[in-house]
């Protein structure tokens, strides 16, 4: 069963929303706790990405990026709140339909990169297709076809030790699209990279983007939150909700409501 939409460009069923929201996350709170210590990670956040829309998430270190994006990937849960995929109430799910979201309707791309070194690159590409049990042959297609896509046809048989940074990320992203999800989701994808590398990583959301899929970008770099359509503030654990400012002729909106494509009615 398929518990998120269609792939990009067709409709979505459940998401009875005008916009069809992708992620619907209601007064969510995510508390920390170790021993007598705890920690308000996350405050009464609400937050609505529609369907094919390209967010960025932006604030300081410790401001809760990474645990939101924990809950909008379903690798971790709220304290209390409600989020809502595609129109169903993550928090309904067995721990099989999480397993099948996070798989395969999910593409998820770390700072980090996490490559195995001992693996080609299209070995590393393949592997989200061997826990989905697809065969051998088709493995190998798709995973050469994922590379292609991020421009790396011509390093399937090199290993991450034979690749830049920028290299690296993108045989990462390549990983995050070979099951072809509709959303994915960047936790400071350029954290490691180099102005150039910078670029071309998010030039290749842009392309994402422009096919129809919802890309959520996870940065405490305000110029790289500004390859986004609309910037998500947050701080302390909570949405900053403050007044639309123009920046760089670029309209950022902050809080839930989706930017708006063209001009108000
Ligand atoms: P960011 O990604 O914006 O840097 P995080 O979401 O990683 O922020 O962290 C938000 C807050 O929650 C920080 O104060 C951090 O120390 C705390 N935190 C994050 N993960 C854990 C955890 N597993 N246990 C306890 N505290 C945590
Ligand atoms: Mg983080």
Redesign the pocket.
Known sequence: MSVVEAPPGQPSEGAGVARRSVIDIAEVSKT?R?GSLS?D?LVDVSVTIGQGEFVAIS?P????????MHIIGCLDTPTTGRYRLAGQDVGTMDEDQLAEVRNRRIGFVFQQFNLLASLSAWRNVELPLVYSGVDRAERRRRAHLALERVGLGDRADHRPGELSGGQQQRVAVARALVTEPNLILADEPTGNLDSTSTADVLGLFDELHASGRTIVLIT?ELDVAEAAGRIIRISD?RIDHGTPVAQGGRSVLQGTEPAPKGPRP
């Open positions: 920390y170790t920690v990670a604030g270190s410790g401001s809760g990026k990474s645990t939101l405490h654990g």
